[in-house]
């Protein structure tokens, strides 16, 4: 079983920066496909940044520039840097694990921008 534990999230200004980072306890992180997805109320989630076993990214439009996924597998630790916050950014974020074609949710972590 994959267990994923967020932290970071809080309350920003708009045009601040957060680092959001999600722990995994699998044993096999290393081989682990990692994102990162976002909910607003009255929204479907939806992805922000994924980044792959073998390191390859993508983001969301919305992302794209502004946010950097990233992952360290001796921590066994992926993270989500996010600069230049926008009001709309506000949503419950959760760190996603896909590994055997299934997928594993953290809890998620409250993200709020205020303008």
């Known amino acids: 079983q994959v267990q994923l534990v967020e932290s970071g999230g809080g309350l920003v200004q708009a045009g601040g920066s957060l680092r959001l980072s999600c722990a995994a306890s699998g044993r096999r992180f290393s081989m682990y496909d990692m994102g990162w997805y976002r909910q607003a109320p009255g929204k479907q989630r939806e992805l922000v940044a994924a980044i792959t076993s073998g390191g390859i990214t993508n983001y969301a439009d919305s992302a794209k520039g502004r946010f950097t996924i990233s992952r360290d597998n001796a921590k066994n630790t992926v993270y989500l840097e996010m600069n230049s916050l926008k009001p709309e950014d506000t949503a419950v974020y959760y760190c996603?694990?896909?590994?055997?074609?299934?997928?594993?949710w953290g809890q998620g972590t409250q993200v709020t921008v205020s303008s």
């Open positions: 996603n694990a896909r590994w055997d074609s299934m997928d594993y």
